[in-house]
């Protein structure tokens, strides 16, 4: 497979800086929304973004925790390995409040579906929005956009978007790998 650099290190923490941007300028009150990284890669972008929420409006304060959408996904008894759950951090009451979902990728729509059921185990928000740091359009499955995007890009299904994170992979960068031309 060939790979080509969709966001170097600089260009995707411009990147997370414009999301925390586009997040303050939507909230007036951030005590009624709460932020949920999905487990596993969705956690990194919610870590960065309450970061920068936080170093930019640092009197306030953010409810930010990570949702496990394991045993909701549609796709769970299709795997050969077994998938074993990952921490469920919410520790603050989503009822009637706004949740933002954040994931690195948006691709089919399925996660994001199986995150809306894990979510209602928790409460009754007034609204669920959804921010995503790459939103790959024309590849949905499930009719689901995300409010807040911060990079879209066109691919096909042979494509495959690659996000890797300074915490997991020693390096920021976003890579489409294509598959090779016979």
Known sequence: MRSRLLLDAPQFNITIERLAHQVIESFDDFSEVAFLGLQPR?????????????????????????????????????????????????????????????????YTGRTIRAALDSLMDLGRPKRVELLVLIDRRFSRQLPIEADFIGRTIDSIDSERVDVKWEELDKKDEVLLYKMKDK
Do not use: A, M, W
Request: aromatic residues 10%; hydrophobic residues 35%.
């Open 42 to 106: 969705g956690i990194y972008l919610s870590n960065r973004l309450k970061e920068r929420l936080e170093s930019i409006l640092p009197k306030q304060e953010f409810n930010f925790g990570e949702l496990d959408v394991t045993f909701h996904r549609d796709d769970f008894r299709r795997r050969e390995e077994p998938l074993s759950p990952l921490p469920t951090r919410v520790d603050f009451s989503i009822e009637n409040k706004t949740v933002v979902l954040i994931d690195d990728v948006l």
